[in-house]
């Protein structure tokens, strides 16, 4: 049988366990503790306390993200943004085709975090290993994207004049740290506030009833892996330097 395979019937016979651990808050809103080990926190740290190779998003600058599986570009010291009069030293720039791709082994081993994620969530997993980490906001920062009031279908909207969920089954976060103050999950028409703690999987729905945001980050920064599922990842939208 080869590694695939493997993979696949671990999948299959992890799922009633997985399902298990989930603690369920609302309909789809759940969470499980835990899903990531103490090995797998302490390798996703080497990339978060690292200082240099953070993306701005074009959402705000107090909201960066880090390409895990890949060696990207980086600005030169000085550099400053043509179009946003930002310092852009030491950021990482969009990712290319043609920037060299890694593997991680604890994302692709049998068992590894792919595995753990996909017997957890619905099909198909986009494995992503993207960070997604909200600083404090700058002085001249009013947030943007999850620091906004925001769903995931409707965020889809933004970039379609003609509304396409792109088949989205299930948005995800995995967080990464507790050393910060603020950065609470909140929904405007629920009565939730979830505090993040290392290695926890969150699944929240996707619809406007589930409407929510990451209160602002006072103190630290607030480091998470977030992605999305899709009814088929060919459908799924590509991003770009403009839309992340």
């Avoid at 759940?30 to 090995?39: A, G, M, V």
């Avoid at 960066?64 to 030491?90: M, Q, W, Y």
């Avoid at 975090?113 to 957890?120: G, L, P, V």
């Avoid at 980490?133 to 925001?150: I, M, R």
């Amino acid at each position: 049988m080869d590694l695939e395979a493997q993979k696949l019937k671990w999948v299959e016979d992890n799922l009633k366990y997985i399902n298990e651990r989930k603690v369920y808050i609302d309909k789809e809103l759940w969470y499980i503790p835990n899903l990531l080990s103490d090995e797998e926190l302490s390798y996703l740290r080497t990339f978060f306390d690292d200082p240099i190779g953070w993306y701005i998003t074009s959402r705000s600058q107090s909201i960066r993200n880090k390409f895990v599986n890949v060696k990207t570009k980086i600005h030169a010291e000085g550099t400053i943004c043509p179009t946003r009069g930002i310092d852009l030293s030491n950021t990482s720039m969009f990712p290319e085709e043609t920037d060299e791709r890694f593997f991680p082994e604890l994302f692709y081993k049998l068992g590894g975090i792919f595995d753990k994620m996909k017997a957890a969530l619905p099909a198909v997993l986009n494995e992503d290993m993207t960070l997604q980490s909200f600083w404090p906001l700058e002085k001249d920062d009013n947030g943007g994207g999850a620091y906004e009031w925001h769903y995931e279908k409707g965020m889809s909207a933004e970039f379609n004049e003609e509304y396409n969920d792109f088949g989205m089954t299930a948005a995800w976060s995995i967080y990464l740290n507790d050393n910060f103050e603020g950065g609470t999950l909140e929904f405007v028409n629920k009565p939730y506030k979830i505090t993040p703690i290392p290695g926890m999987l969150i699944s929240i729905p996707m619809t406007k009833d589930f409407t929510h945001r990451v209160t602002p980050v006072t103190n630290g920064i607030r480091h998470t892996m977030y992605g999305v599922c899709y009814k088929d990842l060919l459908d799924r939208p590509v991003s770009t330097g403009e839309t992340c």
